[in-house]
């Protein structure tokens, strides 16, 4: 299985910047695609941006121009630069990767305990 740990989150002003780190831990072949999502209280869990192993990255509308997402393959980790917060950021974020096992089966990983990323206005 694959373990993902968050962290980075914490308490800023809106117009202030962020940066998450994802580290993924485990048995297997590669790592595919990896993501970030976030759940404000009270909402779904939503997809925020992802990232191939080539590095092709996508990003949901409402961070487009402010979030960066990147990776580390080597270190099988993923960040998310997180710049000109507003308080509508304000959620849990949580990662999640495809992983391809030695089994040559694809799965995604479990959900971490993810990181609360707070913004005052």
């Known amino acids: 299985q694959v373990q993902l740990v968050e962290s980075g989150g914490g308490l800023v002003q809106a117009g202030g910047s962020l940066r998450l780190s994802c580290a993924a831990s485990g048995s297997f072949g590669s790592i595919n695609a990896m993501g970030w999502y976030r759940q404000a209280p009270g909402k779904q869990r939503d997809l925020v941006a992802t990232?191939?192993?080539?590095?092709?990255?996508n990003y949901a509308d409402s961070v487009k121009g402010r979030f960066t997402i990147s990776r580390d393959n080597a270190k099988n980790t993923v960040y998310l630069q997180m710049n000109s917060l507003k308080p509508e950021d304000t959620a849990v974020y949580y990662c999640n990767a495809e992983v391809t096992y030695y089994s040559n089966i694809r799965a995604f990983g479990s959900w971490g305990q993810g990181t609360q990323v707070t913004v005052s206005s």
């Open positions: 990232i191939t192993n080539r590095h092709m990255a």
